[in-house]
Every structure is written in structure tokens, then in C-alpha cells.
């Protein structure tokens, strides 16, 4: 029997095997940082990694006590600071975005709370997850109360009355999502006003916010945002090391289901990582 043949072959297909297993890792690693972030490195509380900062404080817009590199104003519309006052709308016409970056969840929790001064008692929105994907969950407040809004269209998903909703002026709004649990709960002055369940992940969403404000009408005005906890990276180390601790944790067993299901992991990782190890226990024994 001619066993350096057969050696060659097993040795040929532990490369292929061993470029497959890496090249099929990096990608997964690769997709699931641009999905969902660094919460995918441990979604229980905030992964501090070497060099990344945190700000766990508010965002607060009357002083303008705010981190730039986390805050995105959006098309359509200028927020222009008012000492004492806030962020005010400016030229919405049909878009103003105010939205943060980097807002983690604590121990599955993404928790915002905001303080908004709608002396025009305009209609609002706030941004619960905000995505390029059907994933999209926004609280429209109008006169009537509070719509849930789902989809990439705004389609309605649940109406809960409040009659002048819009007719506070000094509005304190606290969101509480917890994709894990599939929750939605939203607090208004303090009162819980709506308990949602049901909530679908966020599978096709390649870059995604969990806090902003969304307002068309000049004289708007956000005072505060303060989610629960913010992240950002400090430079090339600290991505490195979120990425090969994502890598890490798929190939010795997985992250959380929630953002890869375990099937998922078995079928395009763990099938080829063992073909790499009977491979190798085929060529140690000659």
C-alpha cells in the first residue's frame, strides 16, 4: 500500500481545511463587529478593553457637556446650540436627526433617558433601534399618544393613548430595550406607558443606533440624552483585541446565540475545526 500517498492526501487536506476553518472565522468576526459592536464580546456589561474610553454620563445639551466623536447630527435639519437652553432645530423641514453612536447595553439593557423641551408642542420621534435593516423599532409621539413604529417604511406596530402627549412642555422620556428578551418599555414623566414583547433581532443590520432624537419643526430643542453606557475605541490595539476576542470565542465554542445561533456556528465552524483535528491525528500516527 503506498502510505506516502495517503499521508500527502490527508496532509493536502488539512491545509485546505485549516484555510477554510481561518477564512470562514475572519469573516464571521468580521460580520458580527459591524452587525452589533463590541456588545458581542460580552453583552452582560460593558467589555473595557486596553485604550477604549468610556462615558457613562449624560449627553448634556444645555451646558454642552458632550462628546463629539458620539454624537451625529443628522441630514435635513441644523442643531445649533443655545447656552442654557440646548440643542434647537433649525431648518428640519422634513429630517432633523440628532443620534448617538457607540450606546452598549447593560446587562442586556440599552436604557436612554431623555429630557426634551417641546414648547412648539411639535410631533416627535425617538430612536429606540435605528438600522439599515426591517429591524427599525421608533416611538413617534403625537397629540394622541404614542405609535411604535417598526420596518424600514414606519410601519405602525402598536398605538398607545395618552391625549396631549405632545402638550408637555418639559418632557422626561426613558426608553428600556432588551433585544434578548425580545422587550420594548417606555416611561413617560416617570409612568410606564408602554410594555411591548416580541421584538424581532436585529439580524440584517449592518451599522445600528440605540438613541436619537428625530424632529422636523424649527425651535425643537433637546436638553439631555443619557444612555446607559457608552463605548468607544481608542485607536488599532483596542479593535484588534475586540476582533481577536470575537475570533476566539467562535472558534473555542461561540458568542452569545443571540448574535450567532449555535447551528450556525456548528455548521460552517466546528464541522471543518473537526476535520482539522482528526486530520492531525491521522498524520501523528502515520
Known amino acids: 500500500m503506498n502510505f506516502q500517498n495517503d499521508n500527502a492526501s490527508v496532509e493536502t487536506t488539512l491545509i485546505g481545511l485549516l484555510f477554510s476553518l481561518t477564512f470562514s472565522s475572519l469573516v464571521i ?22 485604550s477604549s474610553s468610556s462615558l457613562s454620563s449624560m449627553q448634556d445639551y444645555t451646558t454642552n457637556t458632550i462628546s463629539d466623536n458620539v454624537n451625529y447630527d443628522g ?69 394622541d399618544g404614542f405609535h411604535l413604529l417598526t420596518g424600514l417604511y414606519g410601519i405602525e406596530w402598536g398605538f398607545y393613548p395618552y391625549t396631549g402627549a405632545v402638550d408637555t412642555t418639559k418632557a422626561k422620556i426613558k426608553t428600556v430595550l432588551n433585544e434578548k428578551e425580545g422587550t420594548v418599555k417606555v416611561y413617560f414623566q416617570d409612568q410606564l406607558v408602554i410594555d411591548k414583547t416580541g421584538i424581532m433581532g436585529n ?37 484588534l483585541s475586540t476582533f481577536i476576542a470575537v475570533l476566539a470565542k467562535i472558534v473555542v465554542w461561540n458568542v452569545d446565540s443571540q448574535f450567532l445561533p449555535l447551528e450556525l456556528n456548528l455548521i460552517f465552524i466546528k464541522t471543518q475545526l473537526a476535520g482539522v483535528i482528526i486530520c492531525a491525528i491521522v498524520i501523528l500516527r502515520g
Open 75 to 143: 441630514i435635513y435639519g441644523t442643531w445649533v446650540y443655545v447656552p442654557g437652553v440646548g440643542r434647537v432645530l433649525q431648518g428640519g423641514y422634513v429630517g432633523g436627526q440628532l443620534i448617538l453612536k457607540s450606546v452598549v447595553p447593560v446587562n442586556d439593557e440599552y436604557i436612554v433617558t431623555y429630557q426634551i423641551n417641546n414648547s412648539i408642542h411639535a410631533d416627535y420621534g425617538l430612536v429606540i433601534r435605528k438600522s439599515n435593516s426591517p429591524a427599525n423599532i421608533i416611538l413617534d409621539i403625537r397629540s
Open 203 to 239: 439580524i440584517f443590520g449592518l451599522e445600528t443606533y440605540y438613541a436619537g432624537v428625530l424632529a422636523n419643526d424649527d425651535g425643537f430643542t433637546v436638553e439631555s440624552i443619557n444612555p446607559s453606557f457608552i463605548n468607544t475605541s481608542g485607536d488599532i490595539w483596542s479593535q
Open 29 to 50: 468576526a468580521f460580520l458580527l463587529l459591524q452587525f452589533y459592536g463590541i456588545a458581542v464580546v460580552g453583552n452582560n456589561a460593558p467589555i473595557m478593553l486596553p
